[in-house]
């Protein structure tokens, strides 16, 4: 009889982990090799080479016009850097960081006298249950939990991400 609860009991555990719906995605599909962010048009491309794989409405920094240049500006930067981080536990689902600031973005900061700021993420929703409606975050793109759940197996660390005005 104890066999018999054994066995049920590693087929039960079995079928519940199969069913169940984590947040770590695989991808099978084409290398993504750059992503573009398009500020104005609030867009986010993941592509291969010069092919859109798949595309993404965005939500930016609460004050989205022109390039982040000190810590709380609430502007999402722009210009060209990399995916160097991520981050499976983030308080907004997951996360993968981006490369800012670079050299210029301190030597400009440090001119004015401020921090650059960091930390710029493009991440999930900062409530799991309601979608946001307007840009919000502090410099960060932000797509739905489900979308960076995709997001996050497709990109790797190293890949460019060129964010346009």
Known sequence: MKRRNLILGSAAVATLGACSDSKFKTYRGPEVTGVVVNKGERKMYLLNDDRVLKDYDIKLGFAPEGHKQIEGDGKTPEGLYRIDRRNPNSRFHLSLGISYPNAEDIRVAQEMGKSPGGEIFIHGQRHPMR?????????????SNKEIEKIYAMIKDGVPIAINA
């Open 131 to 143: 979608l946001d409606k307007d840009d919000w975050t502090w410099g960060c793109i932000a797509v």
